[in-house]
């Protein structure tokens, strides 16, 4: 336990001989070490997960992770140890207002990829969905492309079958006049056949005889267009195989697919928002800590030591510069 503790003590930034002077102290600088520790551990945790996630390498995200950590780490000791407590609030806050802000972006640094394990099965599902949807935009790009002379080939097929329709019509027509000529029922209104009737039935026979000609020509052009089709149809359906399709598991897609879960689900949203306010209170929990707590013996110690060796720093300048003009007298007394 007390291994423990002087460790804790380390990892505060305190100066441990000093910090023994006030051991009343000890308690509170334990747990802002503890707090920069485990600040240390989650950023390792964190960034050895980022990089597991793009590179799918252990042992890399392992190594990143400790190197990742060690410099959080560090950094938080560092902040912390760096703030000086002079019984001026004010002027802390304004000294401490940078180290917040560090504090805070280094919360949402090592709190994002966290939170994408927190929702990683809600991540999973929605990637698929991001699959399909990039899957489709490709193929429909793919279809874009044959599209235009398929439209074509198809319009071409639908004007064949039109032109065979209404010469079909035509003959069927004239062969109806011609037979309601013969009957009596329509043209000159008598049963018979004369030279009407047979004037009728030759516009019906040639109509038929340019029905067959008409039909013969564009179902060869229609088997032809279709044909095209089939052939522009398989070679499509090839490109769209061919396509590579694969798999969003890379960390921008996940945080893509996070976003998207946010804003389209209120309860994740809030969530979300907890993880990351979660982590900037432990990332600024030291920086508060050092902040309100009140000005201790390890202060005043340490306010002592700075006052002791900066009247020390100024007495050696002084004499420096008393011996300097002691020589500058000697050599002008030579000289003279």
Not at 50 to 65: C, D, E, I, R
Not at 234 to 258: E, F, P, T, V, W
Not at 275 to 293: D, G, N, Y
Request: charged fraction near 25%; charge should be positive; proline fraction near 3%.
């Amino acid at each position: 336990m007390q291994r423990l503790r002087s460790f804790f003590l380390f990892c505060s930034g305190a100066h441990l001989p000093m910090l023994k002077r006030a051991p009343v102290e000890t308690n509170k600088y334990a747990g802002i070490g503890g707090t920069i520790f485990f600040t240390g551990l989650l950023a390792a945790i964190s960034g050895g997960y980022a990089l597991w996630t793009v590179f799918n390498s252990l042992w890399a995200a392992l190594l990143f992770g400790l190197i990742w950590g060690l410099m959080i780490f560090n950094l938080d000791r560092y902040i912390v140890s760096s703030l000086k407590k002079r019984d001026r609030f004010l002027q802390e806050f304004a000294m401490a207002l940078p180290r917040l802000v560090l504090a805070l972006l280094i919360a949402i640094v090592i709190s994002k990829p966290l939170e994408l394990q927190v929702f990683n099965k809600e991540i999973q599902a929605e990637l698929i969905t991001m699959e399909q949807q990039v899957y489709k935009t490709q193929e429909d790009k793919v279809k874009e492309r044959y599209q235009a002379r398929m439209n074509e080939l198809q319009a071409d097929i639908a004007r064949l079958n039109a032109a065979i329709q209404q010469q079909a019509a035509r003959r069927d027509t004239l062969a109806l006049i011609a037979q309601q000529e013969a009957d009596g029922t329509g043209g000159s209104r008598r049963r018979n056949l004369g030279p009407i009737y047979k004037a009728k039935k030759a516009d019906a026979d040639r109509a038929a005889a340019e029905l067959a000609d008409i039909t013969a020509r564009n179902q060869q052009l229609i088997a032809a267009h279709r044909q095209q089709l089939q052939s522009i149809d398989s070679i499509m359906k090839a490109d769209i195989q061919q396509m590579g399709r694969g798999r969003l598991n890379g960390l921008a897609a996940r945080l893509d697919a996070l976003g998207r879960l946010t804003d389209r689900s209120a309860p994740i949203c809030w969530a979300n928002w907890f993880i990351i306010l979660l982590f900037i209170a432990i990332e600024c929990a030291p920086v508060i800590v050092k902040l309100i707590s009140p000005r201790g013996p390890y202060d005043d110690l340490l306010q002592q030591h700075e006052h002791a060796f900066e009247i020390h720093r100024k007495l050696r300048m002084a004499q420096r510069e008393m011996d300097y003009e002691r020589r500058m007298e000697q050599e002008k007394a030579l000289a003279g």
